[in-house]
Nanobody
């Protein structure tokens, strides 16, 4: 059973940075399309960034340039990262990582992108104060 555990969320001031991590285990030798999503009380869940199994990346248009997705992989563990820079209060949300089968090859983040992801972590809270 695939498990995803996020960490790194914190409370920061506007302009600050955070690095979120997501440890993916239970995958054996299978690779995945991995993504970051976020949800705040005022908004629906939205896609932030994703990395396809071939290493290509896609970002939400509104977040390009501030957020960077990356990945480390060993035989037993995949760690997905999200570097958040120049944070603004509107970035306040619970950030989730998620996994989709390797055949999912995203070319953009769309409103329904989350429906392609079957496995989800429990989320990590990011709070940005002005």
């Amino acid at each position: 059973q695939l498990q995803l555990v996020e960490s790194g969320g914190d409370s920061v001031e506007a302009g600050g940075s955070l690095r979120l991590s997501c440890v993916v285990s239970g995958h054996s030798y299978t690779d995945y399309c991995l993504g970051w999503f976020r949800q705040s009380p005022e908004k629906e869940r939205e896609g932030v960034a994703a990395m396809n199994a071939d290493g290509s990346t896609v970002y939400a248009d509104s977040l390009k340039g501030r957020f960077t997705i990356s990945k480390d992989k060993t035989n037993t563990k995949i760690t997905l990262y999200l570097q958040l820079n120049a944070l603004i209060p509107e970035d306040t949300a619970i950030y989730y990582c998620a996994a989709a089968p390797a055949w999912v090859n995203l070319v953009r983040i769309a409103p329904n992108t989350a429906s392609l992801f079957s496995y989800w972590g429990q989320g990590t809270q990011v709070t940005v104060s002005s």
